[in-house]
């Protein structure tokens, strides 16, 4: 076999086709064959056996692992917005509590006000009708001061005139007729 | 210039072992890269698998990315009951990508741009299919040959063609590894070649950086060749384990 090997190393290039082509020599078949053989069977047990479960293990963890964190951050999202909306919420009803609170105190103030509003104005009322009352008074009392001073100076007059007092009730009658004219 | 069929050549380490079938089976060289090839995956594969970490260390995304890519060819070309199928698929894919790769070392030795080693494995994918396709479906796999919703008559011209197609994928498979591997070394080592001898023969060595810049793009080429056909290899036999599993047209 050695000796072959060495005949085909010296045939120059242009022999090397026919029987001296080394891939088309049938005598290395067997061996070649059974090298072949011997290493592909041992690769592929050993492949299918230990090398390829153990990287399909280590993938399989890996993916196990990233789906379990994704459901574990999918979870704490539900959670978060869980929070935010009860934050939420709470706010909501915080500021409708101050708006019903705030228009409360508004419409307690506005009735007190009222309230103040309408015993002043009554108040005003009754002093107003007093104080009226006080001129028609004064007014009348006025205007009997009036007819006294006509009833005198009625009498001054016809005492002028006439040279003699009048009786005080005929003066008093004529103004009277005379007033009531 | 240098043979470039020479790194093609098996070199016999030792006596010969033992006797199978009388032909003297020898330790090579191709054995020994076809053994370092095993023992680097089955190495990549335990170191970066031993820490399980839950954040993965550079060889241990390698080893994941590696594990995706292939679960993701078989995925989708073959299904997903096509899993119970994951390890041959993963284990052609990566000793044919380790195995292609070894080759693109200088002095290296390139398993796979032998033809027996490739129909080999070619044989073992289609044997794959038929045995399982006859286990999991009995005679209904070989409706796999009978298009449905054809005119009987047609039959007569379908049904040979539905069955020298299926008998031309394992020969389109290792044919194809086997033969790009082949080509791009031996395209890499004539455009090597000229190198050498374009600075032998006195003034024409100006010209020595032309070929000297192939040789590198090349080598570029090589390497992606190297990953593509050991994916092309990967998918192809997805592609006919889905028929395996699902024999219907």
Known sequence: MAQTTNATTQVPASGGHGGGFPPFDSHTYASQLVWLAIAFGALYVLMAKVALPRVAAILEERGRRVSED????????????AA????????ADAKSRAQA??????DKL?????????????DLNTKLAAAEQQIVDGKAKAMLNVRGIAVDAAEAIVQRLAGKAPSRDEVEAAVTSTLAR | MADPIHQFELKTIGAPLFKIGGSDIVLTNSALFMFGAVAFIVALMLMGTSARSMVPSRIQSVVEMLYEFVA???????????????????????????????GMIPGGFTVTSHIIITAALAAV????????????????????????????LMLIILVPIEVISFISRPISLSVRLFANMLAGH?????????????????AW???????????VALTALEVLVAVLQAYVFATLTSIYLHDALHPGH
């Open chain 1, 70 to 81: 994704l459901d574990q951050a999918a979870k704490l999202k539900g959670q978060t917005d």
């Open chain 1, 84 to 91: 935010i909306a009860a934050y939420e919420k709470a706010l």
């Open chain 1, 101 to 106: 609170i705030a228009a409360e105190t508004r």
């Open chain 1, 110 to 122: 506005a009735a007190e006000t009222d309230t103040r509003r309408k015993a002043l104005e009554a």
């Open chain 2, 72 to 102: 993701d060819t078989v995925r989708s070309s073959a299904g997903h009951d096509g899993m119970k199928f994951f390890p041959l698929v993963f284990s052609l894919f990566i000793f044919i990508l380790v195995l292609n790769l070894a």
């Open chain 2, 125 to 152: 994918v289609i044997l794959t299919v038929i045995i399982y396709g006859i286990m999991a479906h009995g005679t209904h796999f070989f409706g796999l040959f009978v298009p449905s919703g054809v005119h009987p």
């Open chain 2, 186 to 202: 031996i395209a890499l080592k004539i455009f090597a070649g000229f190198i050498g001898s374009l600075l032998a023969a006195g």
């Open chain 2, 205 to 215: 060595g100006l010209l020595s950086p032309l070929p000297l810049a192939l040789t």
